[in-house]
C-alpha cells in the first residue's frame, strides 16, 4: 500500500522557522515520480506549494520562493519542507503527496498526484 504521513506542524510568530517531514512507504522513487507540498486553508482550494523530481528539480509556487525549501531523502524514505520567514498568510493544512508524471514536469497542480497524506497543521501568528 502507498502511504504518505506528514509530521513537524505546529505553531510559531511571524518570520519563525518549521521543517515538516513527510515518510512515505509501498513505493520506490523512479525517474518520474513526482513528490510535492500542497497546502489547504480553510474554505479554500488546495494551493501547491512546491515539487521535486528524482533528479532533484525543483518547482515553488511564487508565493514560497525564497522562502520555502523542498528536499527528497530516498535512504530514508522522507520528503522535506523547510519553511523559513513565515508569515501568517502560510498557516493552513500542509499536505504532502506522490505522483506520476508524464511529461517533463511535476506540476503544481492537484491532478499530478495520486496518493496523499492526511495532512499536518501549521499556523502563524502575528
Known amino acids: 500500500q502507498v502511504q504518505l504521513q506528514e509530521s513537524g506542524g505546529g505553531s510559531v510568530q511571524t518570520g519563525g522557522s518549521l521543517r515538516l517531514s513527510c515518510e512515505y512507504s509501498?513505493?520506490?522513487?523512479?525517474?518520474?515520480?513526482?513528490m510535492s507540498w500542497f497546502r489547504q486553508a480553510p474554505g479554500q482550494e488546495h494551493e501547491g506549494v512546491a515539487t521535486?523530481?528524482?533528479?532533484?528539480?525543483?518547482t515553488y509556487a511564487d508565493s514560497v520562493k525564497g522562502r520555502f525549501t523542498i528536499s527528497q531523502d530516498n535512504a530514508k524514505n522522507t520528503l522535506s519542507l523547510e519553511m523559513v520567514s513565515l508569515k501568517p498568510e502560510d498557516t493552513s493544512m500542509y499536505y504532502c503527496a506522490a505522483g506520476r508524471r508524464w511529461s517533463d514536469y511535476c506540476y503544481l497542480a492537484k491532478g499530478q498526484y495520486t496518493t496523499w497524506g492526511q495532512g499536518t497543521q501549521v499556523t502563524v501568528s502575528s
Open positions: 521535486i523530481k528524482a533528479d532533484g528539480t525543483t
Open positions: 509501498g513505493f520506490t522513487i523512479n525517474s518520474r515520480t513526482c
